[in-house]
Structure formats: structure tokens, C-alpha cells
């Protein structure tokens, strides 16, 4: 099984950008699609970005709250995904998680779908 470690997280003003990374070890990194979801205080765990094993542009996708800012990337030899984050609000404050599993619907995962978790990363956006 693969198991999954963030990093990058942090405290940035309106505006700025952060880049979270997250590190995978054992398992098959190739077998996963790699995500990011987020949750932050008193709300449930939601989607933020996807991408496929391949990397091919038409299983990369976002949610609508964090497209056109947000830019996930993947490099199965270094078994590492990166979150791009550029633009931040305060709303994008939260819990940072990387997952792995697969993909229900095209370029979208679910909680549901999401095989290993790793242990979150802060961020904060402050206004």
C-alpha cells in the first residue's frame, strides 16, 4: 500500500501562492490516480484537483471554486504530486490532503474513491 506525506503548507496573505508537495513511498504510485482535497473548519472533506497516472490533459481536473488558479503536476519517478496554488483567498483556507485511488467520473475523484489518505497540511489565507 502506498503511504503518503505532505508538505508545504503555511500561513500567506490574499493574493499570494503556496506549492504543496506530497511524497509517496511503497506501493505501485503508477497503479493511482493522485489528488487533493480539502476541509476546513465545521465542513466536510471536498475535491480540489485530480490527476491521472499518465498525466494527460484530459484527466486533470478541478474543481470550479480553484480552476484557472490551482495547477496539480505529477512525476511518477519521484513518486511526488504538487498543488500549485496561486491567487489564494481566505476561502481556500483549510485542511490540505493528498489521496490516492481512482477516478469515478472523468478527472474527478470522490472521498469515496480515494484509497490512502496522507496526513493533511494547514494552509491559511489571511485577508
Known amino acids: 500500500q502506498v503511504q503518503l506525506a505532505e508538505s508545504g503548507g503555511g500561513l500567506v496573505e490574499t493574493g499570494g501562492s503556496l506549492t504543496l508537495s506530497c511524497q509517496a513511498s511503497g506501493g505501485t504510485f503508477t497503479d493511482y490516480a493522485m489528488g487533493w482535497f480539502r476541509q476546513s473548519s465545521g465542513k466536510e472533506r471536498e475535491f480540489v484537483a485530480t490527476?491521472?497516472?499518465?498525466?494527460?490533459?484530459?484527466?486533470?481536473g478541478y474543481a470550479d471554486s480553484v480552476k484557472g488558479r490551482f495547477t496539480i503536476t505529477r512525476d511518477n519517478t519521484k513518486k511526488t504530486v504538487w498543488l500549485q496554488m496561486n491567487n489564494l483567498k481566505p476561502e481556500d483556507t483549510g485542511v490540505y490532503y493528498c489521496?490516492?485511488?481512482?477516478?469515478?467520473?472523468?478527472?474527478?475523484?470522490?472521498?469515496?474513491?480515494?484509497?490512502?489518505w496522507g496526513q493533511g497540511t494547514q494552509v491559511t489565507v489571511s485577508s
Open positions: 490527476i491521472s497516472a499518465s498525466s494527460s490533459v484530459d484527466n486533470i
Open positions: 489521496a490516492a485511488g481512482w477516478t469515478p467520473r472523468k478527472a474527478r475523484m470522490t472521498v469515496r474513491s480515494v484509497n490512502r
